[in-house]
C-alpha cells in the first residue's frame, strides 16, 4: 500500500492546463518501510530454511521451534541468578564485557601512546615495525598458555589476551595517522610557527583521530572475538565459558540462544565505538 | 626611500630540486616597494607557486635569496602570512578558532584575552564573515573558506601577504567578489601583497604590477608590466578602459604568443 503511494503521481492527460495542486506530499512511513522490509523477509526466510533443514530425520542441530521451547526461560529472563554458575545470560555476558572494558581500555591507552611514538620518530618505526607486524598475526588464543603461565590466574590471563588482541590495530592506525597529517596543516602550523607540543595537540592529534578512532574500532571488534574463545578454556561466569559449558551438558538450544546474544552486543559494542568516533572527530573526515 | 622600493627585494633566486637536472627557477631577480600589490602570472608548471613557497620560507631557496625588509628569509613565519590555494582551514575548528589559534600564536603574543578576541572579530568581519564564526569549514562554501583564510593571514599582521591562487577554485561570481574585497583590504589596510594567479583579468584588475615567467623548468622573469590605472579601480568602468585593455593584451600576447603552453602546444 505504502509502495504504491510512493508511485510518482501519472502524469495528467492535458499538458495544456497548467497543473495548480500542491506536489503529493512524500509517505514518512514508506522510506523506514523501504529499509526494515528486506531484512525483516531476509530473516524470516532464513528462520525458515533452517526450521526446514533442522527438522528432518537425522538432523543434527534444533530447528528455531525447538530452540525457542527449550531456551524459552533463558529467552524471556536474561536476569535470573540461582547462585554458582546457573545464571542468566545477563550475568555471562556482563562479566565478559567487564573483561573487554579493561583489556580494550589498556590496549587503547597503549595503543594509542605507542601509535603516537612510531608515528613521530622514524627511529621507532624502523625499530617497532617490524616486530609488530609478526606479532599482531599471532591468534589470540595462541597467547593464553604464556599468559597464564605468567600470572597465574585466569582473570588476568583473560584480560591480557584481550589486550594483546586488539592493541595491533590501535598502534598500527595510530601510527599511520600521525604519519599521514595533510602538508597543508604542516604549511599552516610553520607559518603561525606552531611547534613542539603545541603543534602536536593543536594539529597531529586532531588531524589523526579518524584513524586512531578507525583503530579503536576494529581493535573492540578483535576483543569481542577472543573473550568468546578465551572464557571457552578458562572457565568462570563469563558468555563464553556459557557456550561451553551448554556444550558439554549437550544443550544446543542454549548455544543458539548464546550465540544470537553474542553476535548482538558484539554489533552494540561496535556501534558505541563508532558513535565515540563521530562524536570526537566532527568536522574533520570531510573538508 | 631605498629600503621602500626594496621591501621584499627577491635577488638571483634559482631553486632546483634534488632530484631534478634543471632548476625549476632561474636567477629571478624581483623588487618589490611596501604597499605594493604585484601578481606573478604563468603558464602551469613554470614554477609560480614555488616562487611563493620561497618568499613563504617553506622551501628553501638553492642559489640566491630573499630579504624582506634587511632581512634574509631563512624559514616560514607570520609576517609573511600565506592565503593557500586550497584554503587551509583545519576543519575540526571553527572559522573563529581558526583565526584564534594563528592570532595566539603570532600578534595575540602581546594583548590581552579581550583584546585578542576583539581582534578575531574585527578581521572576521572584514571579510564579511562575522554571521559564520562558529560554523565548521566543512559547512561553508568555497568562497567562505577561502575569505576565512584570508582573514586568518590578515590577523597576523603579515608585511607581506601571499595569495597563492587564492580565487582559482571558485565560480566566476564569487571570484568577483573576493577580487573586490581584497582591493578594498589591500586599500585599507595597505599591506603588501604577492599574488601568484593564471587569471589575466584578475592580474590586471588588482595589480600594480605584473611579473609574467617564462615556461619551466628553467623559468625566469620574462617581463613586468607596470598597470598604471588610478585605484580605487571598478570592474565595470573598467572593462573598456584603453589602459586595461592595453595592458589586458600585453599580458595575453607574452602568455600566448611569445610563450605558449608548451604542454598545450604538444597536444
Redesign the interface.
Known amino acids: 500500500m505504502n509502495a504504491v503511494s510512493t508511485k510518482p503521481a501519472p502524469a495528467p492527460a492535458q499538458l495544456s492546463r497548467p497543473v495548480l495542486t500542491a506536489l503529493p506530499r512524500p509517505s514518512r512511513l514508506a522510506p523506514v518501510l523501504a529499509n526494515l522490509l528486506p531484512p525483516v523477509l531476509i530473516l524470516l526466510a532464513f528462520l525458515g530454511l533452517w526450521e526446514f533443514l533442522a527438522s528432518g530425520p537425522g538432523a543434527t542441530l534444533p530447528p528455531p521451534s525447538k530452540v525457542w521451547a527449550d531456551s524459552y526461560d533463558l529467552i524471556v529472563d536474561p536476569f535470573f541468578d540461582r547462585g554458582g554458575l546457573d545464571k542468566g545470560l545477563f550475568w555471562h555476558l556482563a562479566a565478559s564485557l567487564q573483561r573487554v572494558a579493561l583489556g580494550f581500555a589498556i590496549a587503547g591507552v597503549v595503543g594509542v601512546l605507542t601509535g603516537l611514538l612510531i608515528g613521530t620518530s622514524p627511529f621507532a618505526m624502523r625499530g617497532l615495525d617490524p616486530i609488530f607486524q609478526v606479532l599482531r598475526t599471532v591468534p589470540p588464543l595462541a597467547w593464553l598458555p604464556l599468559s597464564l603461565a605468567a600470572f597465574r590466574e585466569a582473570q588476568p590471563s583473560a584480560i591480557f589476551v584481550i589486550f594483546i588482541t586488539s592493541v595491533w590495530p590501535v598502534i598500527i592506525n595510530t601510527a599511520v595517522g600521525v604519519r599521514n597529517v595533510p602538508q ?2 604542516r ?2 602550523a ?5 611547534r613542539g607540543p ?1 603543534f602536536f595537540w ?2 597531529v592529534l ?2 589523526a ?1 579518524p584513524y586512531i578512532f578507525t583503530g579503536l574500532r576494529i581493535g573492540i571488534g578483535l576483543s569481542w572475538l577472543a573473550i568468546v574463545a578465551a572464557e571457552m578454556l578458562i572457565g568462570g561466569v563469563g558468555i563464553g565459558f556459557f557456550v561451553w559449558d551448554a556444550w558439554n551438558s549437550s544443550n544446543l538450544s542454549d548455544i543458539v540462544v548464546a550465540l544470537v546474544y553474542v553476535g548482538l552486543v558484539g554489533f552494540g559494542l561496535d556501534r558505541i565505538v563508532a558513535f565515540a568516533g563521530r562524536i570526537a ?4 573526515q ?2 | 626611500m631605498q629600503t621602500d622600493d626594496r621591501f621584499l627585494d627577491i635577488s638571483q633566486l634559482s631553486i632546483q630540486f634534488p632530484k631534478s637536472p634543471v632548476p625549476v627557477l632561474r636567477q629571478v631577480d624581483l623588487q618589490i616597494a611596501r604597499g605594493e600589490y604585484v601578481s606573478v602570472i604563468g603558464h602551469s608548471g613554470c614554477g609560480k607557486s614555488t616562487l611563493l613557497n620561497v618568499i ?3 622551501l628553501p631557496a638553492t642559489a640566491g635569496g630573499v630579504v624582506l625588509e634587511g632581512r634574509e628569509i631563512d ?4 609576517d ?3 592565503v ?1 590555494q ?1 584554503h ?5 575548528l571553527t572559522c573563529y578558532e581558526n583565526v584564534r ?2 592570532v595566539d ?2 600578534v595575540g603574543r602581546k594583548m590581552g584575552r579581550a583584546e585578542r578576541h576583539d581582534w578575531v572579530l574585527e578581521n572576521l568581519a572584514l571579510v564579511h564573515m562575522s554571521h559564520a564564526k562558529d560554523k ?3 559547512e561553508i562554501s568555497g568562497g567562505m573558506k577561502q575569505r576565512i583564510g584570508i582573514a586568518r593571514a590578515l590577523a ?1 599582521k603579515p608585511k607581506v601577504l601571499l595569495l597563492d591562487e587564492p580565487f582559482g577554485a571558485l565560480d566566476a561570481l564569487t571570484r568577483a567578489h573576493l577580487q573586490d574585497q581584497v582591493m578594498e583590504i589591500h586599500a585599507s589596510r595597505g599591506t603588501t601583497v604577492v599574488m601568484i594567479t593564471h587569471d589575466v583579468d584578475e592580474a590586471v584588475l588588482l595589480s600594480d604590477r605584473i611579473v609574467m615567467l617564462t615556461n619551466g623548468p628553467n623559468a625566469t622573469v620574462g617581463e613586468v608590466l607596470k598597470v598604471d590605472l588610478p585605484r580605487p579601480r571598478d570592474r565595470l568602468a573598467l572593462a573598456a578602459d584603453p589602459v586595461f585593455v592595453a595592458a589586458r593584451t600585453a599580458v595575453l600576447e607574452f602568455l600566448h604568443a611569445r610563450h605558449a603552453n608548451p604542454a598545450l602546444a604538444a597536444a
Do not use: C, H
Not at chain 2, 587551509?88 to 575540526?92: A, N
Open positions: 597543508d596543516y604549511n599552516v610553520a607559518v603561525i610557527r606552531l603545541a593543536k594539529i586532531p588531524a583521530a572527530t566532527r568536522g574533520t570531510e573538508s | 613563504a620560507g617553506l624559514g616560514p613565519g607570520p609573511r602570512a600565506v593557500f586550497n587551509s582551514l583545519l576543519p575540526w589559534l594563528a600564536q603570532t565548521r569549514p566543512a597576523m
